[in-house]
């Protein structure tokens, strides 16, 4: 067994543009699925059981079946009911879908989490539920959104190499294809690990970055004595 | 072509009956990652900077990577290495050391909210670090971590759904074999859909149920 | 007769998961009167509040503000309709509202707070808001606060702000939950003199406070409040000085032996 990058050396087009789909894919999915959790999110918090109900099945429905499933669910269901697209496109619905759950999840938690008389005092002094949602709440909850989206959103990158599983040329898929003109898994899926590795630092990266512009982080100081911390943390003492 | 609920009725036992399959693969799947997990919790806490360091490296790797490469690389890469594994243990493989380092990362998180106190305590009466590790710190810690391993469990067996992807014969890959004799991909898909609804659903209750027990035992 | 009253509460009832709140409330508060809503915690003075701003949905009963329904309306032959939400949102900037927390919006600044339900709300145009939003904070004192945020601001300074909130919709009438609970004691006095000199533009003011001294030298009226019904209501000075109902006077007895007992022991360490 031996290693070498050079059986690669035709099939790097190839997996770099499975890369881009990836993110294409991902982007793509991350803007719908965000604008169908704020959606959901908005539904849950009507008064009364039954917006919360409706909700709380779509969000428990869509987080407790493998994303495998759901994206099945979709190939074959649209055709039943008449809609013919592209691939792609199924496979980005499909990831939208299941990612709308996790973001409505952690939209509605960011909502109650803010003090009720902020929205109170907004619908008191007249304004209608979206004036007050989007004058008040929306600007105090978006620093708190960064960190949870992002890594949903990463969760859902990485989900995206299951759409290889429905021909989606995506970065897995190409790794498959690749893997099969090669014989070198070994190399083929180094490359393709790195890869996805690569998008996820950047994306941790980009999110770092705006939470900073999005405001200052308040960070946790937690002082502990020296002893106690051989056993209650795992931070490499550097000497 | 109208829904035809009566097929999917009449599909849904063999479904079941692979779901056995996805269910004992998570539990072999959750003892691997438990253990593991702990060893690389105790492993991490000697604060050796190598070891660490690499542990670092492949913690970040796992967490950076989709499950399904990991897969692949535990199908594919590992025999060629000379690691001839069947499908069903590469598979197991793959999402165990997976597992584990989610597994790890919650413990570390855990471990932020023991109190100090106890540890200097028991360091004080010449307790030996095995048994702080034993007696003191990893029971509070299991207790702890109770809803977070129930959500890994939901995750796991979310995850054997993917090992239909390597030929392993599981749900999902059953629903397939149903879907292309019967040209009914739907409602065999809802079918498997249901069935993982309704194993995380048990999977999520009674661990709430455990939960509220374990609270009871803390008054 | 003379017009309307500014604020009309009829049988207004009030339940949270059976247990009334409201019992029937009736509550007239005419222009420019100051009427304090007294009595011992939890007799449903903060639900009425929250019920006058549509917080609160009301079981049964009647709100009219100067003259118009709120919420509710009776129709010819009896028949009562719900408003929708549009209505009631209109009617709302009639209503001003000074929240225990102030519940002033921590991202805009103080000037902000006051210029943008203006816009929002009631469509003035931005640059006659902000000269609104500065005329009223200047009225306030604030004149040098107006860039800061909430968090730069002293409790006082923040119930001002909310104050002028309140007061830039053009209420017909402005609501006051215990302004003097979320401040420093020694704060009272400087209260009492904003909304004396409130008071003294014409403005008609329902507050509600459990401190007695604070009730009786600021309002006309004062109303009595206790497991959801207003027992008595009345000029101040009568109601300071000949209670009739038993539990108006046991409460006022309460309340002044407390507060020697507070000044008693406040008095050595000072």
């Known amino acids: ?239 | 072509m109208g829904f035809k609920l009566n097929y999917l009725l009449s599909i849904l036992p063999r479904l079941i009956g692979a779901a056995a399959v996805n269910i004992r693969l998570a539990v072999i799947i959750m003892l691997f990652a438990l253990a593991l997990g702990t060893a690389l919790t105790i492993v991490r806490s000697l604060k050796i900077v190598a070891v660490n360091a690499c542990i670092a490296v492949v913690i970040s790797f796992v967490r950076g990577t989709p499950l399904l490469i990991q897969i692949f690389i535990a199908y594919y890469v590992l025999p060629a290495v000379g690691l001839d594994l069947s499908p069903e243990v590469a598979g197991v493989s793959a999402i165990a050391f997976n597992s584990m380092v989610f597994v790890s990362e919650s413990m570390r998180g855990g471990l932020a909210t023991i109190d100090a106190g106890q540890i200097e305590a028991s360091t004080a009466l010449g307790l030996p670090p095995h048994a702080i590790w034993l007696k003191v710190v990893l029971p509070q810690l299991f207790r702890r971590i109770v809803p977070v391993l129930i959500n890994e469990a939901t995750i796991v067996v979310k995850g054997t759904a993917l090992l239909s992807v390597i030929t392993v014969v599981d749900v999902l890959r059953t629903a397939q074999q149903i879907a292309s004799a019967s040209y009914r991909p739907f409602e065999t898909m809802i079918g498997s859909a249901l069935v993982f609804l309704v194993i995380n659903l048990v999977i999520s209750l009674s661990g709430r149920v455990a939960e509220s027990r374990f609270a009871a035992a803390r008054v | 007769m003379s017009a309307p009253p500014v604020l009309r509460v009829s049988n207004l009832t009030k339940r949270f998961h059976g247990v009334t709140a409201l019992d029937k409330v009736y509550l007239d508060v005419h222009a420019g009167q100051i009427v304090a809503l007294i009595g011992p915690s939890g007799c449903g003075k903060s639900t009425l509040l929250r019920c006058l701003t549509w917080l609160e949905q009301p079981d049964d009963g009647f709100i009219e503000v100067a003259g118009k329904p709120l919420g509710r309306e009776l129709m010819p032959g009896g028949v009562v309709r719900r408003q929708n939400r549009r209505q009631i949102d209109a009617l709302r900037p009639q209503v001003g509202i000074v929240f225990q927390q102030f519940h002033l919006w921590p991202h805009m600044t103080a000037l902000e707070n006051v210029v943008r339900p203006q816009t929002v709300v009631l469509g003035r145009p931005r640059d006659e808001a902000t000269r609104r939003g500065i005329e009223l904070l200047t009225r306030l004192g604030l004149a040098d606060r107006m860039d800061r945020h909430p968090h730069a601001l002293s409790g006082g300074q923040k119930q001002r702000v909310a104050i002028a909130r309140a007061l830039a919709m053009d209420p017909a009438l402005m609501l006051f939950d215990e302004p003097t609970s979320a401040l420093d004691p020694e704060l009272v006095g400087e209260v009492l003199a904003v909304l004396r000199a409130l008071a003294g533009t014409g403005m008609t003011m329902l507050v509600v406070t459990h401190e007695i001294g604070f009730a009786a030298s600021l309002a006309d009226r004062i109303a009595f409040m206790d497991h959801g019904r207003i027992l008595e209501e009345g000029p101040a000075r009568d109601i300071m000085a000949a209670p009739k109902e038993p539990r108006l006077r046991n409460f006022l007895d309460l309340v002044r032996a407390d507060h020697r007992i507070v000044t008693t022991t406040v008095t050595p360490t000072e």
Not at chain 1, 1 to 8: E, G, I, N, R, S
Not at chain 1, 126 to 134: D, F, I, N, V, Y
Not at chain 1, 154 to 173: A, D, Q
Request: with cysteine; aromatic share 10%; net charge positive.
């Open chain 1, 1 to 239: 067994m031996h290693f070498d990058p050079a059986v690669l050396v035709d099939y790097w087009p190839l997996l770099l543009q499975g890369a881009w789909l990836t993110l294409q894919v991902s982007v793509a999915a991350l803007v719908m699925g965000y604008v169908a959790g704020i959606a959901v999110a908005l539904i849950a918090l009507v008064p009364g059981w039954l917006p919360g109900l409706v909700t709380g099945c779509y969000v428990e429905t869509l987080r407790n079946i493998p994303f495998i499933i759901i994206l099945f669910v979709v190939y074959y269901g649209l055709p039943f009911c008449g809609i013919r697209l592209p691939a792609t496109l199924v496979g980005t619905t499909a990831l939208a879908l299941f990612a709308s759950a996790y973001y409505a999840e952690i939209v509605r938690a960011a909502i109650l989490a803010l003090p009720r008389g902020q929205f109170e005092s907004a619908r008191a002094i007249g304004m209608s539920p979206m004036s007050a949602m989007w004058h008040v709440v929306a600007p105090q909850i978006l620093r708190a959104l960064v960190p949870p989206s992002t890594n949903m959103t990463l969760t859902m990158m990485k989900e995206s190499s299951v759409l290889s599983s429905i021909t989606v040329p995506e970065l897995t898929y190409q790794s498959l294809v690749v893997q099969g003109n090669t014989f070198a898994p070994f190399e083929v899926f180094a490359a393709v690990a790195s890869i996805y590795w690569l998008i996820a630092v950047v994306i941790a990266e980009a999110s770092r970055r705006l939470e900073r512009r999005v405001g200052a982080v308040q960070a946790e100081a937690v002082s502990r004595n020296r002893i106690a911390d051989r056993y209650l943390s795992l931070v490499a003492r550097r000497t």
